[in-house]
Structures are given as C-alpha cells and as structure tokens.
C-alpha cells in the first residue's frame, strides 16, 4: 500500500508541471495616464494628505466623523469583510486532514434467543493531497477575493468622505446664493418704491412700476427656490450621517481654505492608492486562479483515507471486551468520459480571465480621465475668479450710473432693470464658481485615491 501511494505521488509530480503557476502583478502603466498636457515634475502626491489636513473646517470634520461611524453602505461593507475571511479560513483548512467520531451500537435478537449487543467506536479521517492544485488555487481565488473587499470597503470609505464634503459645500453654495438673493431683494423692494414715488411725481410710467415689481417677484420666488433646495440637500446629507432629517450648522463659503500646491504624482501609484483600480486587479487574480483551477480539473484527485477504534463485531463473532481496528485506503480519480465538459469549463475560464484583463485596463484609463478632468476643471475655476471679480466691479459701476441718471430722467427703467439682473446673475455665478473649484478639488483628491486613514 505505501508503495503504491509514493507510486502515485511521484507520477503526479512528475505530471504536474505548470498548474503551480504563480499570478505576477502588473507593474507598468502609461506614463501619460493623465494626458499629454500635464507635466509630472514630482512624485509627490495630492491624494497621500489625510482627509483632516485637506477639510480643515471642523464643522465638516464633524460630520465626515459621523458619516464613517454611522454609514450603512460602509457598515455593509464591513460585513462583507468578515463573510469573505470566515471563506478563506475554510479554504485554508481545506489542506488539513479532517476527523469524524462516528460511534455505532446495535442490538439484535433472533427466535427469542439471547440478544446479541456490537458497537464501534471509530474515528474517520480523510485527507485530499493538493498535488494538481485543486485547493492551492482555491485559496488564492479567496485571498484574491478578500483583497478585493477589502479595497471595496476603502472604496466605499473614500467616496463616503467625498460626498459627504460635497454635500457641505453645496450647502455652502446655496447659503451664499440666498444671501446675495436676500440682499438683491432688499434693493429691489428699495427700487420698486422709488419707482412709484418717480410714477407718483409724474416721472415715471406703469410700466416702468410694473418691470420693477415683475422682477422683484422673480427674486422672491428664487429665494423660495433656494430654501427648498437647501431643505432637499440636508435631507440628503442626512441620509449619508442615518439619522433622520434636521438641520446642520455650518461655515461660510468665502472663509474655506485650501492646500495652493496641487500634485498629481506619478501614473504608477495609480496600482496603489485607487481603491476601485486594485480592485480591478484583484477581480483579473481571482480570473487567473479561476484558470488555473480548471486546468487542474485535467488530472487525478488523490485522497487519503482511514479509520481507527474499538469494536466487539468480529464478522460472526462477538468478543469482549472490543479489539482495536484500524484500516487505511488510498484512491485515485481520474476524469476519463466528461473531459468536453472539463475543455468547455476551461475555455470559459480563459474568456473571464480575458475580460478581467479589459476590465482593469479600462479601470486605469477610467482613474486618469477622471484625474484629467478634475484638474483641468481646477485650473479652469482658479483662472475665472479674477474675470468674475472685475465683471461685477464693472456691472457694479454701471448700475450706479444707471441709477443715478434714471433719477434725473436721462435714462429709461429698462437699463436699470437690466443693470441690476446682470449684476445679479454674476455675482451668483461667482459663487458657483467657488463652488466649482471646491469641487474639482474633492474630485481630484478622490480621482488620486485620496480618503484613506
């Protein structure tokens, strides 16, 4: 029996070359990732900043504090994490013999003659020798897995920050919006009396009163837009913290601060630090295994069994007390009539394997878009601010004038009218223009991988 078993064990190792083939990570990546256009002179990187240097306003720390602790996505994720272990604890053991007590007793008696009283008491073991790599492949496969929930947690983890911050900033941006439209309301409310008192005084016109109070109205019905919308964004913001809705202290827009010395580093860390691209990686892992496994599906399983015990059954004898027994057999199984299923099964494998490998490159084309567009849409928000600020200072100036030469009637209610909703309609597009840059920057630290602890 030993010799058959070193018999069949060398003839595996000799058979077996190649099912142990390791998976290699990729190391290279377009140097132009991020395009053409942006010049990587440093490979520091934007992303590496902890999530509290770059959002220094403690009243969004707060809730980003909140967010982490209390999100059900992330809760979720977390619990994904303990079901992937608990399987690759269980693919670990698989290279372990495994053992059963199996105790037996029966009790028989024939044409009313003395009962007749056996028992065994055995303990079973069975042990599958991963020669072709049946279980070495599932493991990696699970490892693979594992890996890939956790990075999906991380995931989950950089994203939750990044709406979480996004969130705050358009409370921000809409507090601002309804600042400025409170305080054109004042002016025009002042406007709309000076124009009847012109009317009153001969000179002026209904019409001109009519304009003045139309666009007074319009002004009225946005600023109820506005507190409509900043109730829908709290509700929203609410949801990510799992709390009911309520209302949420914060700073002001024109007080947050950011690091000036953006970088983007170098393509390659891309493999490191995006969450979603090492995911990508670890899914064309579990592919390569996935190969693997069904490519050792071609040759024998081999596994070891035996038993070991007590009993007091000896065929037709029954002695007392029991003999120890013990047993040992050794099998081989090798596929002989469903080998088109086992050729279909690989080919399969081969094609997932393959589209794994799209998927990440994809993955990685995906990362440095988004990077481009984020820092691009930066530098596009930071170059705006100065044309922004000298627009208002001219509509400014040019209501002023405007107004001054309606009251000495040298100019028409229509200039004014349109003075003023020019100037309105810049200066809330200053804002979002604040916003935008805010926001290219949270979607530049998340495109980089930034959010990890």
């Not at 004042?186 to 019409?207: F, H, I, Q």
């Not at 709390?243 to 690091?259: D, I, N, S, V, W």
């Not at 490191?272 to 691209?277: A, E, G, M, Q, T």
């Not at 878009?369 to 928000?381: I, K």
Request: hydrophobic fraction near 40%.
């Amino acid at each position: 029996m030993k010799k058959i078993i070193i018999l069949i064990i060398i003839t595996a190792l000799l058979s077996s070359c190649g099912i142990y083939t390791r998976y290699r990570s990729i190391e290279t990546i377009p140097d132009n990732l991020y395009g053409e256009e942006i010049i990587i002179d440093d490979t520091t990187n934007f992303g590496n900043m902890n999530w509290r240097e770059l959002f220094t306003d403690q009243q969004l720390q707060a809730l980003i504090e909140q967010g982490l602790q209390n999100n059900i996505d992330l809760r979720s994720a977390q619990l994904q994490i303990e079901e992937v272990e608990a399987a690759l604890m269980s693919s670990k053991l698989a290279f372990f013999p495994s053992f059963a007590f199996s105790p037996q007793g029966s009790i028989s008696s024939f044409d009313s003659k003395k009962t007749t009283k056996t028992y065994t008491l055995p303990i079973t073991a069975s042990w599958e020798l991963d020669i072709f790599g049946h279980l070495h492949n599932a493991k990696q496969q699970t490892k693979a897995l594992y890996a890939q929930s956790k990075d999906y947690q991380q995931a989950v983890h950089t994203r939750l920050i990044a709406e979480i911050a996004n969130i705050y900033y358009t409370l921000l941006l809409l507090d601002e919006q309804l600042d400025i439209s409170q305080q054109t309301e004042e002016v025009w409310k002042e406007t709309v009396t000076s124009t009847r008192a012109l009317m009153d005084a001969g000179l002026s016109n209904e019409v001109a009163t009519s304009q003045m109070e139309a666009a007074y109205y319009n002004v009225q019905t946005s600023i109820l837009d506005l507190k409509e919308q900043i109730n829908q964004v709290e509700n929203s913001l609410a949801l990510l913290l799992a709390e009911t809705p309520r209302r949420y202290e914060r700073g002001k827009l024109a007080t947050q601060r950011f690091p000036k010395d953006i970088t983007v580093g170098v393509p390659i860390q891309m493999l490191s630090n995006r969450p979603d691209v090492r995911a990508a990686e670890h899914l064309l892992k579990q592919a390569f295994y996935a190969t693997n496994q069904t490519r050792a599906a071609f040759y024998p399983s081999i596994e070891l069994s035996g038993s070991a015990g007590w009993t007091n059954s000896a065929g037709d004898i029954i002695v007392n007390p029991g003999k120890f027994l013990a047993s040992a057999v050794g099998s081989l199984i090798q596929p002989l009539f469903n080998r088109g299923r086992i050729i279909a099964e690989y080919r399969i494998a081969k094609a997932q394997q393959e589209e794994a490998s799209l998927s990440f490159q994809q993955a990685l084309l995906n990362a440095g878009s988004e990077v481009n567009d984020a820092l691009v849409s930066c530098q596009t928000s930071e170059a705006k601010i100065l044309l922004f600020e000298k627009q208002i200072q001219s509509l400014e100036k040019a209501l002023e004038c405007t107004s001054l030469l309606m009251e000495h009637n040298t100019t028409n209610y229509l200039e004014v009218l349109t003075a003023r909703q020019s100037l309105l309609s810049a200066q809330l597009l200053q804002t979002t223009n604040r916003f935008n840059e805010i926001q290219s920057i949270i979607n530049l630290y998340q495109a980089l991988g930034g959010g990890r602890e």
